[in-house]
């Protein structure tokens, strides 16, 4: 960690989030003073020790009232967006969060003199996807470049790391169910992307190494389909699990159940969203516009998955070390 700031304020919204914290540190480590904006500062007293005394500190922004995205940017020397949910919850919703939010904090950026943010979105963003999540993203994506056209967009195909929000839910799953779910026949395509990765990408676009106006897509070392996912997470807890094969149109009805349970465990709108592939295009590759055209190699999902994901062995933690 460095010890010397390098004088530059950056405000990062969503720096609570799975993708946030590790972005937060990366920029701390950087020398960059970091203004964390999050809906609650009182539960993310946790990034300050990422930092040097008073390099870190939250503030109380919500992206559904304006006034306090506008506090948060006020001196500002960048501006990142990390914010962002999987499924809508009370009154926040796609609409409110991934497409008003964006459109928010440019104008915010914009009005506080900065030509250009650094705005992080999905792979799968688009405005004519029958996924509403999708949609939202595109739509957030348009008010960015609408309100600042210098902006960088950074679409990451699913994230892993100790906190995601996928390989955790599986390997729970798999500590108790007698089979997990293969929807539609567990044969869409992820690149799953190393969640430190993501943040030195986003923190090389603040450090002004990626091209202004560009949209990046930052994908994983490898191309696995949903079912070659399970089975990696399997083998690196010590379960056996069979895979039960669920077509589409089962799984969303399911999904229209589940939706309604505490923390969603599935719902329709994320079975919308495994009809189509999560992979980097062909397009970004020949561009450069990906991990590996800024320099970074990414990391596998054997190297990283064994350091958080021996606690759903049967012996967790403590099994970390014997023979499978």
């Not at 969060?97 to 900065?114: K, T, Y």
């Not at 500590?175 to 690149?191: H, K, N, S, V």
């Not at 190699?297 to 012996?315: C, M, N």
Request: hydrophobic share 45%; proline share 6%; charged share 20%.
């Amino acid at each position: 960690m460095t010890s010397v700031y390098n004088g530059k304020l950056v405000t990062v919204f969503g720096a609570s989030g799975f993708i946030g914290r590790h972005l937060v540190q990366a920029l701390a480590r950087r020398g960059y003073r970091v203004r964390a904006a999050v809906r609650r500062p009182d539960l993310a007293e946790y990034l300050q020790p990422m930092g040097m005394p008073g390099q870190v500190m939250p503030i109380q922004a919500n992206l559904r009232y304006r006034w306090s995205v506008e506090r948060a940017v006020q001196g500002a020397d960048a501006v990142v967006n990390c914010v962002g949910i999987l499924a809508p919850s009370g009154k926040q919703s796609f609409d409110a969060v991934q497409a008003f939010g964006p459109r928010a904090i440019a104008e915010a950026a914009r009005a506080a003199g900065l030509s250009a943010i650094t705005h992080v979105s999905a792979i799968g963003a688009d405005a004519a996807s029958p996924s509403a999540y999708a949609r939202s993203k595109a739509e957030g994506e348009a008010a960015v470049r609408e309100t600042l056209p210098d902006s960088v967009i950074l679409r990451p195909s699913i994230v892993f790391g100790p906190e995601d929000d996928f390989f955790n839910k599986f390997a729970g799953m798999a500590r108790i169910a007698p089979a997990l779910p293969l929807i539609g026949g567990g044969e869409t395509r992820f690149q799953p992307v190393y969640v430190c990765d993501v943040a030195e990408a986003i923190a090389k676009a603040v450090d002004g190494d990626l091209k202004a106006g560009a949209t990046y897509e930052l994908g994983g070392a490898e191309v696995l389909s949903f079912k070659e996912c399970l089975e990696i997470m399997l083998h690196v807890t010590r379960r056996k699990r069979p895979l039960l094969p669920i077509p589409f149109e089962v799984a969303t009805v399911m999904g229209k159940i589940m939706q309604l349970l505490p923390g969603a465990p599935l719902t329709a709108d994320q079975v919308a969203l495994l009809k189509s592939d999560n992979v980097v295009s062909e397009e970004k590759i020949k561009e450069g516009l990906t991990l590996q055209g800024l320099g970074i190699e990414p990391r596998t999902l054997a190297a990283i998955l064994p350091t958080y994901l021996d606690r759903f062995r049967e012996h967790g933690q403590y099994d970390a070390h014997r023979l499978a």
